[in-house]
């Protein structure tokens, strides 16, 4: 019996994952590799709907798959790919796009936000077509499931929509995917502000995977917390230290009541001291896997190519039945 098959990606736009990618998705990743068929990629396509410099997208690609293999995506089990290494996501994406109304894509706040941001009339029309391209990423591998956090669910109903609407003209062809949005990984804040949640665009307040030990240890000492002194764990109340919580928690292993217990009648210091120190534990040796990786280019590009061809073998008859069914000859 085979697995239901997952897929999930996320775009090259950091130097490095920080702490919330890292607590809030990927070690989901990395856990649901044991109960589903994997499929995940670093998706540079979505990246260049905003600008990139060619050099650092390239660096960044290379480094975020190193990244992935290092927390543990394993390529003898799970196929890890670069989109733009596998054609067939931009092949799907223009029959997609063909049955997407312009109102519909309209409507994905994700490209209102994105575009008010740069000012609507310099957005690009990538940016408009951005969940078009998801919804092929996911309908090409046939995925049952696709974890995502809340910010993704409406580009996750576009795909169901467009699958639906596929079957319904051409016959049935794609899996209608199921939105799996994770609710059980933990939700990591910034350190700075406990109210907003963790994101490189707040340097101060963002634990970068990559970054210098020393770096991470004082950007923990220095968290934000409360004028009161007890440690329990309160998010509404007590924001910056129910983070903190979570963090020393998910990198111990420690059950978050076990941990108030132990803290009891103890003061913030220590409780940032034992964060610092359980978050470290975790990172220089994750730190040694990825200048690992990166050290062998050969081995990392024959990686993905290997990925990519594994990838392929799904993805091209997803494209040829698709081809076929709208009327492309053959
Ligand atoms: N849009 C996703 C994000 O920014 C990344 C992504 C691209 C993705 N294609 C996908 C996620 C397909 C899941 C499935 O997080």
Request: one cysteine or more.
């Amino acid at each position: 019996m085979s697995l239901p098959r997952v897929l999930s990606g996320i775009q090259p736009t950091s130097d490095s994952f920080h702490v919330g990618n890292h607590l809030g998705a990927l070690k989901n990743w990395v856990e649901m590799q044991n109960t589903h068929e994997c499929v995940y990629f670093i998706a540079d396509m979505h990246a260049i709907t905003v600008e990139q410099d060619p050099a650092q997208l390239r660096e960044r690609t290379l480094s975020s798959y190193a990244q992935l293999l290092a927390l543990g995506i394993d390529p003898k089990k799970s196929i890890l790919i670069v989109q733009s290494q596998v054609p067939e996501h931009a092949q799907l994406m223009w029959i997609m796009s063909s049955i997407t109304g312009i109102g519909e894509a309209n409507r994905m706040t994700q490209f209102k936000d994105k575009a008010a941001k740069g000012g609507a009339s310099s957005a690009s029309v990538g940016l408009l077509t951005y969940p078009i391209l998801q919804a092929a990423d996911i309908l090409l591998y046939q995925a049952n499931a696709v974890p995502v956090g809340e910010d993704q669910r409406q580009h996750l109903e576009l795909t169901r929509d467009l699958a639906i609407r596929f079957n319904g003209r051409f016959g049935n062809t794609f899996v209608v995917p199921e939105p799996f949005i994770v609710k059980a990984t933990a939700k990591i804040q910034d350190l700075q502000d406990p109210s907003a949640k963790m994101s490189k665009s707040s340097p101060s307040g963002c634990i970068n995977l990559l970054d210098p030990l020393k770096t991470t240890e004082k950007k923990i000492k220095s968290a934000v917390t409360d004028s009161d002194t007890e440690i329990r764990f309160d998010p509404a109340n007590k924001a910056g230290v129910s983070n903190l919580l979570t963090i020393l928690s998910a990198y111990s292993g420690i059950p978050i009541n076990d941990l108030v217990t132990s803290f009891e009648g103890r003061m913030y210091g220590d409780l940032k001291k034992e964060t610092a120190a359980a978050v470290l534990e975790f990172i220089e040796p994750y730190q040694g896997r990825v200048n690992e990786l990166l050290g062998d280019k050969a081995e990392l590009e024959s990686l993905m190519h290997d990925g990519a061809t594994r990838a392929r073998e799904i993805a091209a008859k997803t494209v040829a039945d698709v081809y076929s069914k709208i009327g492309f000859v053959s």
